[in-house]
């Protein structure tokens, strides 16, 4: 009955509008109205309807009351499919046409950038991410010419520290011999130990120098030389290293005497005046001057006499083996060595004579000025004093003082005042052997 109603009410099927099919809320109520009687369609059924359709009005009001904004955006929202669904529709079919350019590009990538092949931008970025790992070690190992500079800076100095530094950094450069840091680091150190190697030397130069801070400073040149010259370490690298140490510590006590010395300039320029006189008076008058000279000479003897001592007992007890080919000589030292050349003989085996020709010609050159018999002993037994004191060394030059031209008349004084000098010192040799006997 429903369809037949909705057949009759539905408008005429033409070629233009097609059948459409029952809307099956349409046929509920068309079902509805069918099973009612006629009364009722014609009374209850219009209040329903009004009632029902100003229910409807009061939730459309509502709604839009409530939901208008949304409403109003979703409206314009609809007007504007018109040109968004066809510019999606082209940009899906782009897409679409990319896909395969894409697949080709991701293919060429993964064959590119491959773990397994030699490409120079992942060795790069591997090289990149080794250093950020490893950023910590190389900043420590970065810091290592600093901290040896500073160790050196400081004072009082830390050789100690700075030549366990020094180690260190000699230890990487054996270990990574073609790494650039390591070598610019190693060049650091080399520069800084060099510098250290300088204020140890001017610290041997130093006028109140002990046997204590030779010995330590000396020890310290031992460890320092090898890295500074690599020739050391081959063949006869100790030999030559103390041969080395010994010549550098006599050059830099002589150059600390040859200082102290130069310090009585002015007494040496009185004397130098002194004698101007004497020459200008001739030697034909008497000559009653030379005090200036006695001063300068009695104060050159007795620096020489202390510094001479002290430099030659200080290296015989820093360099003991040295001192003992020096004194034994070489065949002593080596019996079976080949080389008639080795070894080489120490710096001591000359220099006390290097000394003694200094004392010699100041005497010569200063002490025919000085007239006065009371000054000439006096001076004379301290000369002697000198050789003595150099003679318990084995750098006695006693002898030498013959060669001393102190003038016809002066032998005979020259004479006694020797024969004096040996009658005290056996006096005083018995006396301590006397001291030794009863102890």
């Known amino acids: 009955m429903a369809d037949i109603l909705y057949d009759l009410l539905s408008p005429p099927e033409t070629a233009s509008s097609p059948k459409v099919r029952p809307d099956p809320s349409s046929l509920q109520f068309l079902t509805k109205l069918a099973s009612q009687r006629l009364e009722s369609l014609a009374t209850t059924e219009p209040q329903e309807l009004a009632h029902t359709s100003h229910g409807l009005l009061l939730s459309l009001q509502a709604l839009s009351k409530k939901s208008h904004k949304q409403i109003i955006q979703s409206a314009d929202h609809h007007a504007t499919l018109h040109s968004t669904l066809p510019a999606l529709a082209a940009s899906t079919a782009e897409l679409r046409n990319s896909i395969p350019k894409l697949d080709n590009e991701a293919v060429r990538f993964s064959t590119t950038y491959n773990k397994s092949s030699d490409n120079e931008i992942l060795a790069r970025r591997k090289k990149a991410l080794l250093l950020s790992r490893n950023v910590e070690r190389l900043v420590d190992v970065l810091e290592l010419p600093t901290l040896l500079s500073t160790a050196i800076s400081t004072a009082p100095v830390n050789y100690s520290s700075a030549l366990d530094l020094n180690g260190h950094i000699r230890r990487l450069h054996s270990l990574y011999p073609e790494s650039p840091l390591v070598e610019s680091i190693s060049t650091q150190a080399d ?249």
């Open 191 to 439: 520069e800084a130990m060099r510098a250290m190697a300088a204020n140890l030397i001017l610290s041997l130069k130093a006028p109140g120098l002990k046997l204590a801070a030779s010995l330590r400073t000396i020890s310290w040149l031992r460890r320092v030389l090898p890295d500074l010259d690599s020739a050391l370490t081959a063949g006869k690298g100790h030999d030559s290293q103390e041969r080395i140490l010994g010549a550098m510590f006599l050059v830099c006590r002589l150059a600390t005497l040859v200082t102290m010395l130069n310090a009585l300039e002015p007494l040496r320029d009185l004397a130098d005046q002194e004698k101007v006189r004497q020459k200008a008076i001739g030697s034909g008058n008497a000559w009653s001057g030379g005090q200036q000279t006695e001063r300068y000479l009695k104060k050159y003897i007795e620096i020489f006499r202390e510094q001479s001592f002290a430099i030659v007992s200080m290296f015989r007890s820093i360099f003991p083996a040295t001192a003992a080919v020096s004194s034994d000589g070489p065949a002593a030292a080596s019996p079976q060595s080949k080389d008639p050349l080795e070894p080489i003989p120490s710096a001591l085996a000359t220099f006390p004579l290097y000394l003694v020709d200094m004392l010699l010609e100041t005497l010569r050159l200063y002490l025919p000025t000085v007239k006065d018999q009371a000054s000439r002993d006096s001076l004379l037994t301290q000369v002697l004093y000198c050789a003595g004191s150099l003679g318990r060394l084995g750098g006695d030059f006693g002898l030498f003082l013959a060669s001393l031209d102190v003038g016809s008349d002066a032998e005979e004084e020259w004479v006694e005042i020797v024969k004096r000098h040996r009658a005290l010192a056996g006096r005083l040799e018995s006396i301590v052997g006397e001291q030794k006997k009863g102890s």
